[in-house]
């Protein structure tokens, strides 16, 4: 995976990176598997709040469930970063190639991580706002 250059925020400290990457753990572990099937269902079983186990952190099940929201829209952005940069690559080569079917098909797949990309934006923005009601 590619590493994201990240702006030095003076909120997030050794102890907010600690926490995302239990929670970042968890959620692929536990929660993105099934994460298709449950928002087929248009369901989110609560249960899983008991197997997160005791909130040490004092956090309110809405804002559990906003950072759980949170971080799998931030690993299905990674996953279009890299299937983008793939694309980029493969699309570079088949330009020197000059294989234009291949280059067609690179620029509709490519046409399809946009369309995915603001898919992923409107999600991202539903879930601020919908996070920022509940407060």
């Known amino acids: 995976m590619l590493e994201r250059t990240r702006v030095q925020n003076p909120f997030y400290n050794a102890d907010h ?5 239990v929670m970042r753990r ?18 989110f079983p609560r249960a899983l709040y008991a197997k997160a186990g005791p909130d040490a952190r004092g956090l309110d099940p809405a804002h559990l469930d906003y950072e759980i929201t949170r971080l799998l829209l931030e690993l299905e952005d990674d996953k279009l970063r890299e299937r983008s940069d793939y694309n980029e690559a493969a699309q570079g080569e088949a330009e020197r190639a000059g294989d ?16 995915a990309r603001l898919s992923l ?15």
């Open 121 to 135: 934006d409107r999600r991202r923005d539903q879930t601020r706002l919908l996070a920022s009601h509940r407060r």
């Open 26 to 43: 968890f959620v692929t572990r536990e929660i993105e598997p099934y994460a298709h099937e449950w928002d087929e269902a248009g369901e």
């Open 100 to 115: 234009r079917d291949e280059i067609t098909r690179l620029m509709n797949e490519r046409r399809q991580i946009n369309e």
């Open 17 to 21: 990176e600690a926490f995302r990457d």
